[in-house]
Nanobody
């Protein structure tokens, strides 16, 4: 069964940095594109960064140039380095597979997420 555990969130001031980690289980981890999602109160969950099994990356325009996604396939882990943080980055951050448009990720597949709060 797939299991995802996010960590590394916290409270930081604007302009600060955080590094998020995601520890994954599952035999197909090394074959899939993984991503970081975030959800702010009252808003839809959005994909902010993705990384393929081969290391190709993509970013939402809102975080491009500030966030860096990486993965360590041997450790079945995904990371998100977050620099120059802004208050609008405040959200719960989750990792999960990146799936084609129209494919549903079951609610039960999401981990607990990790809270990132950017505030002065």
């Amino acid at each position: 069964q797939v299991h995802l555990v996010e960590s590394g969130g916290g409270l930081v001031q604007p302009g600060g940095s955080l590094r998020l980690s995601c520890a994954a289980s599952g035999s197909i981890f090394n074959l899939v594109t993984m991503g970081w999602y975030r959800q702010a109160p009252g808003k839809q969950r959005e994909l902010v960064a993705g990384i393929s099994s081969g290391g190709s990356t993509n970013y939402a325009d809102s975080v491009k140039g500030r966030f860096t996604i990486s993965r360590d396939n041997a450790k079945l882990s995904v990371y998100l380095q977050m620099n120059s943080l802004k208050p609008e980055d405040t959200a719960v951050y989750y990792c999960n597979a990146v799936v084609p448009t129209g494919v549903i990720i079951p609610q039960s597949s999401w981990g607990q997420g990790t809270q990132v709060t950017v505030s002065s």
